[in-house]
């Protein structure tokens, strides 16, 4: 199907599989998936489609009538997802929400969220041990619902939830019995692992959601957001001496995920990362 890594040649054959969102044209999933279908021999290519709310539903009825291989969905339309779907995995179901949409033989449409396994794979990447540590997640959106669930499910003996709204923290904490919303931003000092999924930081954004001095060296720092790479929490946690692990990471271990639940393969990690980081060069010159 290919005759370079990442360059898929598309025939009468091919398959489509994209990504869902708005907006997502900043996306590096073409770059990523396109990269493990070429490596994998698939025939298939993987596009992005900037679709607002009204549009997902007919967007994905269109979809399944071309027999599509499957599809990202990303902000803001995660939940509508979970809505047109006839079945929806243990994960999906738990969160409310969904980034994965799988069309099955018998015409029906299968749903799951792989955000939290990209997350726990990032980091055990990374060399972090979950069993028994100590998480904090910042933020409590769609992203940082599925990371303190699968971070709760991995082995952590606590997840601790900081969020500027109290009540949105409190209700990511109903997740699983040892997950509750932090008490104050200063848990994030103990803790052995922070996970931040906030936009800030993102783009020319150089905010943060909280007060970088409570970093310190031996945790290990995820920020979900990818671009740019070295975020201000990163950047942050770097110099401190923490383990940095970048979104890309994530983004990546979430793919490699979603492609088993597409094709039965999964595949090469560093492939991926590379035709990412291909991608990012050429947007820079």
Known sequence: MSDIVGHNIVSGTTRVACVLGSPVRHSLSPAIHNAAFAAGGIDAVYLAFDVDSAAVAPTVDALRAIGFLGASVTMPHKEIAHTLCHEVGAVARRLGSLNTLIPRADGTLFGD??????CVGALRAAG?????AHAVVVGAGATARACVLALADSGVSRVGIVNRTRDRAESAAMLAPHVAAATSMDEIASADIVVHTTPAGMGADRSSAFDLALLRRGQFVLDAVYQPLETPVLAAARE???VVVDGLSMLIHQAVAQQVLWTSQSPDTTLMRAAAERELAQRRR
Not at 113 to 118: L, Q, V
Request: hydrophobic share 35%; net charge negative; proline share 0%.
């Open 113 to 118: 969220s792989t955000d939290g396994a990209g």
């Open 128 to 132: 972090a041990q979950l069993a028994g």
């Open 240 to 242: 401190c001496g923490a």
